[in-house]
Every structure is written in structure tokens, then in C-alpha cells.
């Protein structure tokens, strides 16, 4: 287990924001779930609103809850023009809400943020309390191959760089390392700020820690927490999972 908190990676929601631009294909997989399912909607971990202001400028009555108020923040700021988002701060496995939802979810792979079974639990026991007898609870995590856990490990990774609301050219670069007995994938992450591209100005270091589930020991979670995985698709686009998919992208009801 990791030594830190791990909420290191989300202290700057600015940053965060010009580092996780929403996909298009994100936003058509939540967007037609609550097309389907209508309002009240709850975001878990919704960190800055990435989903959750485009969700509100679209008419639903959505709550965004998150552990981490300086992503809370940033999305306040972010929403001042919107009157059908509420924003709470708060551990969701300590949570108790007097309100049902007709859709519950979190994305941005933040089911992996909850780092040992007792914490899974703990989130899962949430949303099953908060979710109406007739909703859906969707959410996506990363699938773990094998292969790609194992690969480049210590390795330096530069990703692609990204650009800030500011216009300032960020650069990403990590090294990871994965710890199959506790099923924890931990990185070190550097970003750069650039001034006229060749001036670093600025440089933050993370720490993080995500955690793995198999696909058969997620559906047994799911099951013993008082769900049914109705669907599991391979990424947001629904295609099947394979071996090799990215994601598991799952759809849940109560059972």
C-alpha cells in the first residue's frame, strides 16, 4: 500500500483539467445512460465535472461528490452559470445521502482509486444504499493485462503534451511499477510548465496509486455487494471485452 495519500495527483484541478480532456465517446456513453434513465443523477468522484457540468448543461439535476476540495474548486468555479448541479465534499464510504438516484456512475478510471477490498466495499455499499430500486449504476476501470503491467516497468514515459486554459504547454512524463500481489499499478509523475517552449517555469512531482480487478473477481464484488453486472463492454464505444481491451466499461442494477 502506498505510503502517501493518495490524492496527490488531484491538488490542482487546472492541471488536472489540461491533462484529462473528456472523449467524446465517454460523454455518448454516460449522456445516452441518463437519456435513458432521466434525473436525479449522482457523480462519484466527480473531481473537477469533466462529466458533470456537460451532463448539467444538458438539462438533468445532477450532484457531483468528491473527497478532494481543491477539485471541488475548480468545478464550482467552473458551473457558476449552471443552477441544477450540487457539489459535495466528501468521503462516499462515510457518506449517507437522504436522496435515491436514478443513475449513479464515476469515470475516469476512479473505481481504481479505492485501493483494497474494504475500500471497494465501501463505495459499493454507498451507491447501492443511494440507488433507486429501478437505476443503474455504470462505471469503467482499466483491464488488467498482464502483459502490459509487467512491460516497462521503471521505464521513464513521456506523454503527449498538453496545453492548459492559460495556453501554457504542459508536459507529462512518468515511471510505473506494478505490484501483482496487491494488484497495485504506482506511479511517479512530472509535470513540466513551458515558457515559449523551450523555459521550463514550473515543476510538480505525483504520486499515485491505482488498483486492479479481474473480470470474474469484479463480477463476484459486484455480486457480494449487492449488484448484477448487466453489461461489460471492452471500451466506452460498447464494443465486446477482450482480451486485450483497454477497459471494462460496466453497467449495474441492483439485485
Known sequence: MPKHDNLEEFRDGDLYDATNKLKSSEFEFFSNLARQYGSPILDVACGTGR??????????DITGVDITPEMLETAKKKSTHLDGVQWIHADVRKLKLEQ???MIYTTGNAFQG???????????????????KNGVFAFETRNPVLSR??????KVVEREDSVDEKGNK????????????????????????????????????????????FPQELKSLLYYNGFVLEDIYGHFDKSPLQDDSPLMVCICRKR
Open 51 to 60: 462529466l458533470t457540468i456537460p451532463l448539467a448543461e444538458h438539462g438533468y
Open 100 to 102: 435515491q438516484f436514478r
Open 114 to 132: 479505492f485501493l483494497d477490498r474494504p475500500s471497494q466495499e465501501g463505495l459499493l455499499q454507498f451507491v447501492h444504499s443511494q440507488l433507486d
Open 149 to 154: 503491467l509487467l512491460a516497462d516497468q521503471g
Open 170 to 213: 504542459i508536459s507529462h512524463t512518468w515511471e510505473r511499477t506494478y505490484d501483482p500481489i496487491h494488484q497495485l499499478e504506482h506511479f511517479k509523475q512530472t509535470y513540466k510548465y513551458w515558457k515559449n517552449n523551450h523555459e521550463v517555469y514550473k515543476t510538480v512531482h505525483t504520486r499515485i496509486a491505482i488498483r486492479y480487478v
